[in-house]
Every structure is written in C-alpha cells, then in structure tokens.
C-alpha cells in the first residue's frame, strides 16, 4: 500500500485482558520495526523484523510481550495480560533495509483500565 | 550503543522568528542522523536526514540541520516558523551500516509551540 496502516486506531483493554495489535508495512518493504511510546517521551524500540526473521527482541519489556510476522509481510504485536504500564501509543515502522529511513504508521492508542 | 539527547523538551516562539531545536547524539562509530516531526494524533514523518555527503541537508517545508562531528550535534534550524510548524520533533540517530546497531534511537522529542 501507500503507507503503514495500523490497526485498530484506538483500543481500550480490562487489565489481564489479552491485545493483538496489526501492522500493514510498505508492500516490499523488508525491514519492520514496534515502537512503544509513552506519553511525552520519545519512540523506545520494541522488536525488529527482516522479512519474516525477527532478528532483535531486545527491547520487549517482559514474556508478555510477543511479536510475529509470518509471511514477511503483515506483522502482529500480542500483549498477553494486560496491565496499566502497558498504556502507550505502539508505533509500527517500516524500511527499505536496515539503518535505512523509517515510514511510520500513524499508531494504536491502547488503554489498559 | 549510540544515545541522542534533545535539550529543550519545549521550544515556544512567535510566528515568523527564527527557531532552533537542538540535538547532540553519542557513538563510537558512524552515523546516520535523522528529524522526524510529529503532529497531534499521528505518527512520525521524516522531515530530514544525513546519510553521507554535504554536512547541510534542508527539507521542502525550510528546515535545515548540519551535522557537526567535531561537536557531535545535528541542530535542526529554520529561519521563520510558521503555525503550521507546531508539533513534536525527534532526533534519530542509527550507526552506519557496518558499524554497529542499525535500529535507531530516538530523542524525548521537542515540543515547537508557534505563537501567532
């Protein structure tokens, strides 16, 4: 497509309800990137994707948090339980290649209450 | 690892006077350096970047930055801000292919409040 589309916009969870979060990359884009970012801070990086490998995980902030993109393509962001610290905006990215600019999605707003 | 480090969280200035939003990054090897603008309810946008080359790089809308390595800075100027510039800004920096991390990282962001 024209850009990164993000799904849903907005989502409200019960805390320990279970979230999955939809990014749809630049079609031939091989580099796929989450963001978390919280309100007033900056992007803190999540997990990266090259095709359908996830090469870094680093930044997942617990087992809960995982991360998919089988086909190299469409990639899935699943929060398992939810709790309150996991309110943020989650940012979608894609690129060309690595180190390369990114195209950001426009996000999804989770609430956890 | 590579850091980056935006000065000012808020940067309030009149509409038509000249604006500077600082940016000073660390790393051990080369960079990539990068202005991504956001505006309210939406994702980034890249507004500039340096790659190689000329260490001036200007966008379409009038902004420019300079990459200083002795300094280890990448300032985003412009000369006469207007409403519509209004929005959070964020420094990124990535180290060059073969270097090391290519995921960047950003800055906190600043905030560029327009006044009319």
């Known amino acids: 497509g024209a850009g990164v589309s993000q799904s849903p916009r907005y989502k409200v969870a019960k805390r320990g309800q279970d979230v999955a979060l939809r990014c749809d990359p630049i079609?031939?884009?091989?580099?796929l990137f989450w963001y978390q970012q919280a309100l007033g801070q900056g992007p803190e990086f999540l997990t990266y994707?090259?095709?359908?490998?996830?090469?870094?995980k680093s930044g997942l902030p617990s087992d809960r948090f995982f991360a998919e993109r089988p086909e190299g393509s469409v990639s899935t962001l699943k929060i398992q339980r939810t709790q309150q610290e996991d309110s943020a905006v989650y940012l979608c990215?894609?690129?060309?290649?690595?180190?390369?600019?990114?195209?950001f999605g426009s996000g999804t707003r989770l609430t956890v209450v | 690892a590579q850091s980056v480090t935006q000065l000012d969280s808020q940067v309030p200035v009149f509409e038509e006077a000249p604006v500077e939003l600082r940016c000073n990054y660390s790393?051990?090897?080369?960079?990539?350096l990068f202005w991504y603008v956001q505006y309210p309810n939406q994702g980034l946008q890249l507004l500039l970047k340096?790659?190689?080359?000329?260490?001036l790089v200007e966008s379409i809308n009038g902004f420019e930055a300079e990459f200083n390595k002795s300094q280890t800075s990448f300032h985003l100027r412009k000369p006469s801000v207007h409403i519509s510039d209004t929005a959070e800004y964020f420094c990124?920096?990535?180290?060059?292919?073969?270097?090391?991390?290519?995921?960047?990282?950003f800055g906190r962001g600043t905030s560029l409040i327009v006044h009319p």
């Open positions: 790393s051990s090897v080369s960079v990539y």
């Open positions: 994707f090259q095709n359908e490998a996830q090469l870094d």
């Open positions: 990215a894609s690129s060309l290649s690595a180190g390369g600019q990114h195209t």
């Open positions: 990124a920096v990535s180290e060059a292919p073969g270097g090391g991390s290519y995921i960047p990282t």
């Open positions: 079609s031939g884009h091989v580099s």
């Open positions: 340096y790659l190689s080359g000329s260490t």
